[in-house]
């Protein structure tokens, strides 16, 4: 579904992405993992479009994104959740859900807010209440499910447990483990890398700019250099 292939990009002269090279297939969960700095924020922003890559491709379902814009990459199947969220504060809980179905043509998005209010119950009581009075769990619900209501086919998931509670890290990773059996396709950026090994089929580990080790996740969480470096063991 999506192959990255020798992927550049850089924030000015720096450079910060060093020819990754990787890919999804659809139906997987993959998930990469590396230090703070390590360019994974930074390639899912070049998948998505938000910033620009210095050189190599990027191909979605077989077609060349590189040069589309960030909404037309929306449009044709890809969602981002960012890191910290970034909701509309001001705005009401079921207009942020609105929002995010702003590339669809269709009407009809009823079917949609209680799909995600199936999957996140507790957003249902408090559509009307602003986003910037909701807790940090509840603000990680409503942005997965701001990027859930554009009907993506692959989405792209940033450190989604960071800042909550034990028990909504569980709850949080059970419904993206419960995504994936709806035939959604996930890219999952997470610092908690052994909860993230515990859901994805494969991983790859980014380390300054470039991909160090790829396979399954059974794979990567029995590699010593893993063990020691980011599980702890």
Known sequence: MLSIENVRSAYGRIEVLHGVTLHVDAGEIVTLIGANGAGKTTLLHAIS???????????????????????????????????????????????????????????????????????????DAILEMPA??????????????RALMAKPRLLLLDEPSMGLAPNLVDHVLSVIRGLKDDSLTILLVEQNARAALAIADRAYVLETGRVTLSGTAAEIQADRRVREAYLGI
Do not use: Y
């Open 49 to 123: 479009g938000v910033q620009p890559i210095t050189g190599g491709a990027i191909r979605f379902e077989g077609e060349p994104i590189e040069k589309r814009p960030a909404h037309a990459r929306v449009a044709s199947g890809i969602s981002q959740v960012p890191e910290g969220r970034q909701l509309f504060t001001p705005l009401s809980v079921r207009d942020n859900l609105r929002l995010g179905a702003w590339s669809r043509r269709d009407a009809d998005l009823e079917p949609d807010l209680a799909r995600v209010c199936a999957l996140f119950p507790m957003l």
């Open 132 to 145: 910037g009075a909701l807790s940090g769990g509840q603000q990680q619900m409503l942005a997965i499910g």
